[in-house]
């Protein structure tokens, strides 16, 4: 991940921070990642106004703002309909988690959650996850969102797959000849041919 | 109800990714750590004032819980958690987020104990000058206070 090289500076970012520290903090590890539009929130009110107007590349939301606030935010973000951000990427920044938060967070529809206190290596790092994150998009009445599904194990045992892309549990019956065992060892481990 | 939808977007984040012209992440935490420097001294100033709020609470609670307090002192105590860590204060940083685990328990339990609370206070304040103590001292002392608040349950 350290490999890849990032230009953030045409990209606009949306901070949400309780605090005018945690704001500055963090306006300035954007500065330096040469971010160029940074708009900085105190509350979820001012928050939700910058949102619906503005479409931003990158929004980082405070766990910790007053009543629950970010929750609600990127709950809001992701249903409005034709919001300028209803796609965007969101990472959640929690200080102390109390158990369940993550949770709470993840089925917000945020798209990556991080604990504080919040390094420039770790920010960076987590930017550049978001922007090679390639899941899909979820709408439906209980959830809105990118796939809460990060590796694809299949539907749980015993259900059917909602996902138009989910296999069946039923496998067929064979088509060709079975695979030996060298050829498998061959796909899981390939070595060099000698000439 | 509506159908659920499932679809592939584009990631805004995607186009920033090139193989030239951009920062590594070497370079881009070089730049950004010159950056939050500039705000080391109002960090700290508000790291000691959350360390008072802290203390201020404490003594508001010396007859007993008090819901408001404890809140108080788990919010201030959380902030800490959020900055101490990037100006050479981790362990401080640790001790807080301890407190926030000890106040957390209390809430959730109903139970409360005063000299639970006190071991916390005296803890951040050994970690706010982590010179004056050996590293080996100050894993000692967060090792304790992770088992004092493990021991509310």
Known sequence: ?195 | MKAPKTFRYENRLAKTVTPHGGMTVGEATRAAQLQIERVRKPTIAHIDAELATIATMRDLMKGGADAGALAKMYSAANRIVATAGLFGLEDLGQAAYCLCELVSRFQSTGKFNLTLIDVNTEGLRLMRDPGKHSAADRQAALKGLKQVAASVS
């Open chain 1, 1 to 195: 991940m350290s490999d890849h090289q990032l230009n953030l500076s045409r990209s606009s970012v949306l901070l949400v921070q309780s605090t005018t520290t945690e704001l500055d903090i963090l306006g300035q590890m954007f500065v330096g990642f040469l971010v160029k539009s940074i708009r900085k929130c105190q509350t979820v009110e001012e928050a939700q106004q910058a949102a619906g107007r503005t479409a931003f590349d990158l929004i980082v939301v405070d766990a910790d703002m007053p009543d629950k606030g970010a929750f609600a935010f990127i709950s809001g973000v992701r249903r409005q309909a034709d919001g300028p951000n209803k796609l965007a990427p969101i990472l959640l920044t929690c200080g102390h988690t109390v158990r369940g938060a993550v949770r709470e967070a993840i089925d917000s529809g945020a798209n990556f959650v991080v604990a504080k206190p919040i390094t420039p290596k770790i920010m960076f790092d987590r930017v550049v996850w978001l922007a090679r994150d390639d899941r899909e998009f979820v709408d439906c009445d209980v959830y809105v969102g990118p796939d809460r599904r990060r590796k694809s194990f299949g539907p749980p045992a015993g259900e059917k797959g909602r996902r138009h892309d989910d296999l069946s549990v039923e496998v067929g019956a064979a088509v060709g000849p079975d695979m030996s065992q060298a050829a498998i060892d061959a796909m899981l481990n390939p070595k060099k041919a000698v000439a």
